[in-house]
């Protein structure tokens, strides 16, 4: 018998073209869109998938129901960004390190959704909901290991360094890591 979970509510968020869409098509196994033209996202879309896991008390299999909500980077779409945020379980943060500044905005965004006053409405996300996603397009070694998080956040966000085309399901296990971690907390 394998058991479902309520749904997960995982949020993308990054600055535009920078790959969210490719990104969440690839984990919720649609069309590989890894080949088609840049069309940025208009506002919002929201995909569902199954990750597999296990209830850590008997180990039972189980599908975790995520829902992948694809918010579009443009300046225009980023006042509606707390309204995406809430409710959310897990904040995924996506850049291109080959596209000058989204460093540091994905810096800012960090700052912003994880060290911001607490309010009734949207609290922040603990640093272990929060998944940094740095996308690169060649085997560079310097970007498969240097770190472009601020010190203070080194270590206590899981930042992953990819290639669409190479690393496929390296990236599908790091996200299946993540959900699960994500459903232990919730429980």
Known sequence: ??????????????????????????????ADLARVPYRPTSALRILHCDVPGTVSETSLPRRLAV????????????????ACLYGADGLILVYDSDRSGQVKELQSLLYY??????????????????????????????????????PEFAGKITEVHHSYEDDAAILKNHFTKFVNDISEIKL
Request: aromatic share 6%; glycine share 4%.
């Open 113 to 150: 959704f994880t060290q911001r006053p607490q309010s009734a409405i949207l609290k922040s996300l603990p640093l272990s909901n929060v998944l940094s996603v740095v996308r690169y397009k060649t085997n560079s070694p310097s970007q498969l290991t240097t770190s472009l998080l601020p």
């Open 67 to 82: 829902q992948l909500w694809d918010v579009g980077g443009k300046k225009e779409n980023q006042h509606f960004w707390n």
């Open 1 to 30: 018998m394998v058991a479902r979970d309520r749904n997960i509510k995982i949020v993308m968020l990054g600055p535009a073209a920078c790959g969210k869409s490719v990104l969440v098509n690839l984990l919720a196994d649609q």
